[in-house]
């Protein structure tokens, strides 16, 4: 007797339409989040670099406005192309007060030591000092500058009668560059010493300047002053 055929019951192998829906659904869902995502994210860029070229711009406007101003104080400070003749301490003071301006804008160095240049010429030294001692603080990268910077704060506590302070930062100056501004420091002390009425001192300080830089510009100075009091074989030949 023949068997009878089983109707073979076929997988299912195809999405029926509600899943299928779901899942472009989900993927609709996802599409979705994803442009929201990108659509924040670029908002976020693009407001950050308008951020940035708005900074960029403002400070480039504040730089060119500082620049104005000091290239202005320079004239002053200087009596260059002037509409009319001013008398120095006149001069001195608009350069002092444009030098200022100058500096809330933004400052920079040459502001800066121009600023307590204008305070050292105008006797202020207690001003001229500070000053100084904020360039030392605020730009110690300006290695060019500074050994000038050190001499000028020097004078300030001198002229301020602080001798002390001024040995010190001539000391300073001595270590600078691992020595490099050496005998320019120490010819500071030494004339510094006979002002003070300290011969001593200074001839210690002109004696070191021989030993150690006979080829300076200072040497000379320095020989003038002690020569004759050096033992034989120190004298210059």
Known sequence: MPKAIKKR??????????EVKGIISHAMDFVREKKKTFILVSSIVGAAAA?????????????????????EAFHYYYGINLKSPMLEDERLKKALELYQQSL??????????YLGNCYYKLNDYTNAAKSYT?????????????PLVYQKLAYSYVNNGKAGDAIKTLQTLEKFKNGVFKDTALIQQARLHETLGKPEDAKKNYGELIKEFPGSIWSAEARSKIGADLPKEEKPQ
Do not use: R
Not at 55 to 62: D, F, G, H, K, P
């Open 9 to 18: 019951i076929t997988k299912k192998t195809t999405l029926q339409e509600e």
């Open 51 to 71: 951020v940035y070229i708005i900074v960029m711009l403002y400070t480039a406007s504040l730089a060119n406005k500082a620049y104005a101003l000091e290239k």
């Open 104 to 113: 809330k804008v933004k400052s920079t160095p040459i502001a800066l030591f």
């Open 134 to 146: 904020s360039f030392i603080d605020k730009y110690p990268g300006e290695e060019g500058m500074l």
